[in-house]
């Protein structure tokens, strides 16, 4: 049972316009919310975060924006660059342990 | 300069042979984690260690094996036992017990088993 989703395996933009990115998630226990970029062959990079008190984080071009009654985040990028092109995935934590849940990713295309 | 270093960043393996996969960290993390991915599937927990000496399975940890002699180390075994072993296997630490902490991931190794 998969309970981080994105449910868009890619997303195409053109340069300078905005990037939303989706994530669902299932388990209302999960108190921690992140974004991760990724390129190919390479590990995760950490993006940002937002923790369930919070509705809305911002940093610089990114921000991210958490419905807790909708269970559902998104991640917005703006304006977009051909840079920003990479694999993103969200990944969501419950619990003391501080394990995270990811999603399956969503490739980005910015198109110059 | 600190950071997760996993090593080699390539390795082919015969069907059937154990191999074991470094991962390094000197960012004074107690927390450390062994993901698998998979195309087009999100990263998976194979193993994690909130301490040195201590280590619990994640979701997929049949056919792995790990130990956590040092703070700084983390290897993970990929046995003989393990169905489909090829895959980007991703090491990540941790600070542990902290709130709101993320998790600093490895470049990968790309295992290849023919």
């Known amino acids: 049972d998969q309970q981080v989703k994105q449910n868009s395996p890619s997303l195409s933009v053109q340069e300078g316009r905005i990037s939303i990115l989706n994530c669902d998630y299932t388990n209302s226990m999960f108190d921690y919310f992140l974004w991760y970029k990724k390129y190919p062959a390479e590990g995760p990079t950490f993006l940002i975060s937002i923790s369930s008190i919070k509705d809305k984080n911002e940093d610089g071009r990114f921000t991210v924006f958490l419905n807790k009654s909708a269970k559902h985040l998104s991640l917005h990028i703006v304006p977009s660059q051909p840079g920003d092109s990479a694999v993103y995935f969200c990944a969501a934590r419950g619990g003391a342990t501080n394990k995270l849940i990811f999603g399956t990713g969503t490739l980005l295309a910015v198109q110059p | 300069d600190g950071g997760i270093t996993q090593s080699p960043k390539y390795l082919f393996r015969k069907e059937g042979q154990n191999v074991t996969l470094s991962c390094e960290q000197n960012l004074n993390h107690d927390a450390m984690y062994w993901y698998r991915q998979d195309p087009g599937q999100g990263l998976r927990l194979i193993y994690y260690?909130?301490?040195?000496?201590?280590?619990q399975k994640g979701d997929i940890a049949e056919g792995y094996s790990v130990s956590r002699e040092k703070k700084e180390s983390f290897p993970l075994t990929v046995t003989s036992a393990q169905k489909n072993p090829t895959a980007f296997y991703l090491c990540?630490?941790?600070?542990?017990?902290?709130?709101?902490?993320?998790?600093?991931f490895g470049p990968g190794t790309r295992l290849t088993v023919l």
């Open positions: 260690s909130q301490i040195v000496n201590d280590f």
């Open positions: 990540a630490s941790s600070i542990a017990g902290a709130p709101y902490n993320e998790q600093f």
